[in-house]
């Protein structure tokens, strides 16, 4: 099973965490505004945020973490098989292992699923509670994105982006499809440098 990009491939069929709508746009709209050196992505699984960010940025080092063996192991091979190879590091570990070592501070944190992290892509019913506990650790949004899958439904996802100084955040919305496979020309925009087909 393997999902094909324009700049890379990822192989899944030994994570339980496919690829999905998500993982891809939390990797295509993760701010870099702060022109990231060091990134660390939090419960990788097969390393496609890591991935989009090494092809995104200009980071000369991005940290992986997944506690799951056969995603790590995958991980690992995403990442030895991309153009960036000598830049991703994966290690097999939880976060509490990892932070007990801290060897770097990093200038962006991304997770998919959602931990206390810069970059973050959770249930739009979960965004208040969540921008709250991570205000009680001095991470402030600075930029939410609340995602529909079309003009009718219901706002599904938010993407939130957090820095440790207290701002009005920029609030957007963002909808992916007009009608089935026929993407808004904002998805297609965020998605061009990834999707085969955009």
């Known amino acids: 099973m393997t999902f094909k990009f324009k700049q890379f491939f990822v192989n899944q069929d030994r994570c339980a965490m496919k ?7 939390l990797g295509a709209w993760s701010p870099l505004i702060n022109n990231p050196y060091n990134v660390l992505d939090i419960g990788a699984g097969t390393g496609i945020l890591s991935l989009m960010l ?6 000369e080092q991005i940290d992986a973490i997944e506690i799951d063996e056969d995603a790590y192991e995958q991980c690992v091979e995403n ?44 249930p739009y019913k979960e965004e208040e509670r969540f921008v709250a506990m991570c205000k009680e650790l001095d991470l402030f949004p600075l930029k939410i994105t609340r995602v529909k899958g079309t003009p009718t439904s219901e706002i599904k996802r938010s993407l939130l982006a957090f820095c440790r100084i207290e701002q009005t955040p920029l609030i957007d919305e963002l909808i992916i499809e007009i009608s089935r496979h026929n993407y ?3 998805y297609i925009e965020l998605t061009k440098e990834f999707y085969l087909k955009m």
């Open 19 to 25: 690829i999905g709508t998500d993982g891809v746009l």
């Open 54 to 59: 090494a092809q995104r940025s200009k980071a």
């Open 79 to 122: 990442f030895e098989a991309s153009p960036w190879g000598d830049k991703l590091f994966c290690f097999h570990a939880g976060l509490d292992e990892f932070v007990d070592e801290p060897e770097d501070e990093y200038d962006l944190i991304i997770s998919n699923p959602p931990f206390y992290t810069d970059s973050v892509i959770i």
């Open 184 to 186: 808004t020309s904002e």
